[in-house]
């Protein structure tokens, strides 16, 4: 990115040092200094999008107050070239500027001042500066296009200013705890609309064709949540008037017009439920959906106050071929954007170490509050999968704690430790001291810190406190300050022992923070650990809320748990506590017996937590795998879709961990074959219209498997191919469909290969193409790989297209990551073409560390890593030894267990 500095026509100086006036500072740190604050805004932005042209004008004013004596104004800016700059004073005196001067390192716009601006005072500060929309790397205020039905290219500008973005687009106090109002004007076309966070209060028309739209003071406001949008899409809005008006809109481009109305049903009905939830009214009268073209929004989605902006992808949904596992899909990001209206914009984090008060909630309220508003779709059962993979991240040594201060790399905190890790650990707590009291706590956060607006972890603790002192859910002498800082300021999670002390009912219970392999020197973390149980008689007691609290640093801790005849124990039942469980023989033996004899007795989501947590602590050394092994064998008599699909994020595991062995994958599929066999005889082969998102998802996972074995599968994926060669029209429109053909694609000859993608590149729906680009991913010769990948080269596919393709095939096998390894080495503009940011390059980098075992692919992607990020070479190496040292400890054993799996004995 370029650094444009342009300075005054004075000689650039620095201004003199007094002993009875302020120093000019060197700036050492990355944050601002606290010497200023903005307490408004005045933005007029000049566009010409609508012409095709990409530079815009913008006039800036921006109310100040002077915290302490300084002769400086410190704000951020990048990119802006100032073409004015002006400070009056509150009596709209010019005060007298030495110079301005940019630091590019920091992104700083330093102001030196000839006269010191003193404490307690206010300062106006005017700033016309000129910018460009011509920008690639997706940030900022920037371009966007569509095709239209004549197809001609129309454009568009929109924002994207999280983390740290909105200085690129105008001058700004650009930190998360600075919040204020914003007054603004956009100028735009006369056939365009401008779209901002507040409603529009007016527009005036303008001279050659264009007018000006004047919207409504914002309430304070972070930088980053400041949004635009310029363009002629179509709007769906529906009013809503109780508690009181509120309009609700999902724009999109004129194309889409008939794919609107499913987000805003579902906007209208979260929205009511959140604020029903937490007792509180949304802050503004409307609240827009913007749907982007993939290839030109690299966020899945930005919570902006009022102007919330999506992946066309994930809000846009077709009545006539999408099924509810799509509609799921638009309730989950709507959901998670709308949570964050109140936690992240009502109450913005004082920093970035506590982006985890946003995205936790957002990603927890997501599942829970759309469990009222969309019960059809079983929301917080599906929230299992979040915990399993926060739980699998926690398990790295190196990962980071929730609560985590940086002044750079912001970006790389908004991982899975900020939105799974902390959303799994308020889930803990909310079932710990019971929902009312918890969401009674929440309800006090908002109402204490909503005027002021800006929070930390302490005034989050300060809340829950208050709620559970009146509520008592806590034993004497814990507070919640304690509890909550044992899991936000320590990395890890732990791993808690249970062992039956001889024939007593008393259970001797240990923590240990749990690791994905064996460490030399673990850490000494511990936390506060809610304990959980359920035995058949106990009639579900403390299925969720705390038996008892184990304490940290306390080790043989023990608890008697009443046992009827014939009981058995499970800790944490429907795996809400945050850890993970180990048992001694006899107990994991008791637990077996009854998955197989009783499996009814057991809730779904334990069963998930068992496959999950025995499977995990058998790769870790922390269990054998004859138990791991035997408790994943009882899915053969499983057909319900929670435990089927952890049980398929295992699979994959081990799936991508034994692909360097031929021998060791297919004794896997052939294990995973008859295991899912039955899950593909209850289900069926094809979709049919109107059955629920768990069935589809269910058919998916039975298809990916069985079809190995099963004849009736493997022909109709033999008529489905056949179908497919010799239409010049795909008709490929779920990944139902596309799951069924993959079986016959990875034979795929040249012939039949070339005549698809002549197809594919003829094909203008989205949603066929996906799905093609997905299938062709099976393809199992490497030749015929390699020729598909010089076919996305062509410029009839789009740059999210040729990122989808990659990922697919290397992630399929280690034929096809070998391919593309071997393609990307001989196209190094590959990754320019696809327009990738630094973020994505290194998420793109990491997810295929991911997969890489055989030592061939090893030393490519090490190279490959070394040319292109050698920053990143130090993360990559890590995980690849990892790869190495799992397959060193585990593929043998492993292999052994597939080619003859144990079988329990009820007898």
Same mark, same amino acid.
């Given at each position: ?9 004075? &000689?650039?100086?620095?201004? @003199? ?56 104004? #410190? ?17 709209? $005196? ?61 454009? $568009? ?50 001279? !050659? ?16 949540? #400041? ?11 529906? #009013? ?74 994930? &809000? ?15 309730? !989950? ?10 936690? !992240? ?116 603790? %300060? ?97 008697? &748990? ?31 017996? @009854? ?88 289900? !069926? ?24 074995? %099963? ?53 203008? %729906?989205?949603? &066929? ?59 190094? %503009? ?16 990491? @997810? ?60």
């Amino acid at each position: 990115m370029s650094k444009i500095v342009v300075i005054f026509a004075l &000689i650039v100086s620095v201004c @003199n040092a007094s002993p009875f006036g302020p120093q000019v500072r060197e700036f050492t740190s990355y944050r601002l200094p606290n010497t200023t604050i903005p307490t408004h805004y005045e933005l007029y932005l000049d566009t010409n999008v609508h012409i095709g042209e990409f530079k815009y004008i913008g006039n800036l004013k921006i109310s100040i107050s002077i915290l302490e004596n300084t002769k400086q104004i #410190v704000l951020h800016s990048v990119r802006n070239v100032i073409d004015r700059l002006e400070i009056h004073n509150s009596n709209h $005196l010019s005060v007298p500027i030495e110079n301005f001067e940019f630091d590019d390192d920091k992104e700083f716009l330093i102001i030196n001042c000839k006269e010191i601006l003193h404490a307690g005072t206010k300062y106006f500060l005017y700033i016309d500066f000129t910018n460009s929309l011509d920008r690639d790397d997706r940030a900022g205020f920037y371009r966007s296009y569509y095709e239209n039905d004549d197809e001609e290219i129309k454009h $568009l500008a929109l924002t994207q200013f999280e983390p740290s973005d909105a200085r690129s687009a105008f001058p700004c106090y650009d930190e998360p705890g600075i919040k204020t109002t914003f007054n603004i004007k956009i100028s735009c076309g006369i056939d365009y609309h401008a779209k901002s966070n507040s409603p529009a209060l007016g527009i005036s028309i303008l001279p !050659g064709d264009k007018k000006v739209t004047t919207f409504q003071t914002t309430p304070r406001m972070q930088t980053y949540l #400041v949004a635009f949008l310029v363009s002629d899409f179509v709007i769906e809005r529906r #009013v809503v008037h109780q508690p009181r008006q509120v309009a609700v809109s999902t724009l999109a481009r004129p194309t889409a017009k008939h794919l609107l109305t499913y987000s805003v049903d579902s906007s209208v009905k979260f929205l009511h439920e959140l604020e029903t939830y937490f007792n509180h009214s949304y802050a503004m009268s409307k609240i827009d959906n913007v749907a982007v073209d993939n290839d030109h929004f690299w966020a899945g989605a930005m919570e902006n106050w009022g102007l919330v902006t999506y992946r066309e992808s994930t &809000i846009l949904f077709d009545p006539e071929t999408d099924g509810e596992d799509m509609q799921l899909n638009v309730v !989950g990001i709507v959901g998670h954007e709308y949570t964050h209206q109140f936690f !992240g914009n009502l109450l913005a984090p004082k920093w970035w170490s506590y982006l985890w008060l946003n995205e936790g909630f957002a990603r927890l309220y997501q599942y829970y509050v759309s469990e009222f508003s969309h019960p059809e779709f079983n929301m917080r059962e599906r929230f299992g999968w979040v915990r399993e993979y926060a739980l699998e991240v926690d398990a790295d040594p190196a990962v980071r704690p929730m609560t985590y201060y940086a002044e750079t790399g912001i970006r790389w905190l908004f991982d899975s430790i900020a939105y799974q890790k902390s959303a799994s650990v308020l889930r803990m707590l909310n079932y710990a001291v019971s929902e009312s009291t918890f969401k009674k706590g929440l309800r006090y956060y908002i109402q204490h810190n909503e005027n002021d607006g800006v929070v930390t972890e302490l005034d989050l603790f %300060d809340s829950l406190e208050q709620a559970v002192k009146e509520d008592d859910k806590l034993p004497r002498g814990m507070t919640m300050h304690e509890v909550f800082a044992s899991w936000s300021n320590q990395p890890g999670a732990p791993l808690v022992t249970v062992g039956r002390d001889g024939d007593t009912n008393v259970f001797v219970f240990n923590q240990e923070r749990f690791y994905y392999e064996p460490q030399e020197m673990p850490g000494k973390e511990s936390w506060w650990i809610p304990i959980s149980y359920f035995t058949p008689s106990s009639d579900g007691k403390y299925n969720s809320s705390a038996a008892f609290w184990m304490a940290p640093n306390k080790s043989n801790v023990t608890y008697e &748990i009443e046992l009827q005849e014939g009981d058995f124990v499970l800790i944490n039942p429907l795996a809400r506590g945050y850890y993970r469980v180990n048992y001694d023989p006899q107990t994991w033996a008791d637990i077996i017996y @009854n998955l197989y004899a009783n499996t009814n007795a057991i809730d779904n989501l334990s069963k998930s937590q068992l496959i999950d947590d025995s499977m995990n602590l058998a790769h870790a050394g922390k269990l054998d795998y004859d138990t791991a092994f035997n408790i994943f064998s009882y899915l053969q008599y499983e057909t319900e879709y929670v435990p089927w699909a952890t049980a398929a994020s295992t699979l994959k595991f081990l799936h991508r961990m034994l692909r360097d062995d031929e021998q060791s994958l297919e004794h896997l599929e052939n294990y995973a074959a008859h295991l899912a066999v039955n899950l593909l005889t209850v289900h !069926g082969i094809n979709s049919v219209k109107g059955e629920s998102a768990n069935i589809i998802e269910s058919r998916l996972i039975a298809l990916e498997w069985a079809c190995k074995i %099963d004849s009736r599968c493997q022909a109709e994926s033999r008529a489905r191919f056949d179908t497919l060669k010799k239409s010049s029209s795909l008709s490929l429109r779920s990944k139902t469909e596309r799951q069924i053909i993959c079986h016959q694609i990875q034979e795929i000859d040249v012939n039949d290969f070339t005549t698809v993608v002549e197809n594919l590149i003829s094909t203008r %729906d989205k949603n &066929i193409r996906s799905h093609v680009i997905e299938a062709l991913a099976c393809i199992k010769n490497e030749h015929v790989i390699l020729q598909y990948l010089d076919s996305i080269k062509s410029k009839s596919f789009k740059e999210s297209e040729k990122l989808q393709a990659v990922q697919a095939i290397y992630q399929k096998s280690s034929k096809g990551l070998n391919a593309v390894l071997e393609f990307i080495d001989k196209s190094p %503009d590959f990754l320019d073409e696809i327009k990738l940011n630094q973020h994505e390059l290194f998420t793109v980098l990491k @997810n295929m560390a991911e997969y890489t075992v055989e030592t061939g692919a090893v030393a490519k992607l090490t190279k490959f890593v070394q040319r292109v990020a050698p920053s990143l070479l130090p993360t990559i190496e890590a995980k690849l030894q990892y790869n190495r040292r799992w397959v060193q400890r585990n593929a043998a054993i492993v292999s052994s267990f597939l080619k003859s799996p144990p079988r329990v004995d009820l007898r």
